[in-house]
Nanobody, 125 residues
Framework: QVQLVESGGGLVQTGGSLRLSCAASGRTFTSYSMGWFRQAPGKEREFVAGINWSGDSTYYADSVKGRFTVPRDNAKNTVYLQMNSLKPEDTAVYYC??????????????????WGQGTLVTVSS
């Protein structure tokens, strides 16, 4: 069973950048599509970005397209969320997610099998 541990959250000004990391334990990391969700106060958890097991296919929510990227390093069992041009509306708890389904299913949180503990990102105006 894979376990996920996120790091890299914090406070950043509007227009700044942050990189979140999600380190996975276990030897089956490449069996999983990986993704990031976020949940802002008072709102439902929403899909942000995802990447397939090999790293050659990615998918982004419209709200972050062109600003965020989601690379993965299978040699390090780690997936990242590079966030640029941050906006106050990006403020949320960000969760790493893993699913053995194809990437297209990962956008639906019901298909997520493993969640990280979450890391808070705050973007000040």
């Amino acid at each position: 069973q894979v376990q996920l541990v996120e790091s890299g959250g914090g406070l950043v000004q509007t227009g700044g950048s942050l990189r979140l990391s999600c380190a996975a334990s276990g030897r089956t990391f490449t069996s999983y599509s990986m993704g990031w969700f976020r949940q802002a106060p008072g709102k439902e958890r929403e899909f942000v970005a995802g990447i397939n097991w090999s790293g050659d296919s990615t998918y982004y929510a419209d709200s972050v397209k062109g600003r965020f990227t989601v690379p993965r390093d299978n040699a390090k069992n780690t997936v990242y969320l590079q966030m640029n041009s941050l906006k106050p509306e990006d403020t949320a708890v960000y969760y790493c997610a893993a699913a053995r389904s194809t990437l297209g299913y990962l956008v639906n949180s019901e298909y997520v099998e493993i969640w990280g503990q979450g890391t808070l990102v705050t973007v000040s105006s």
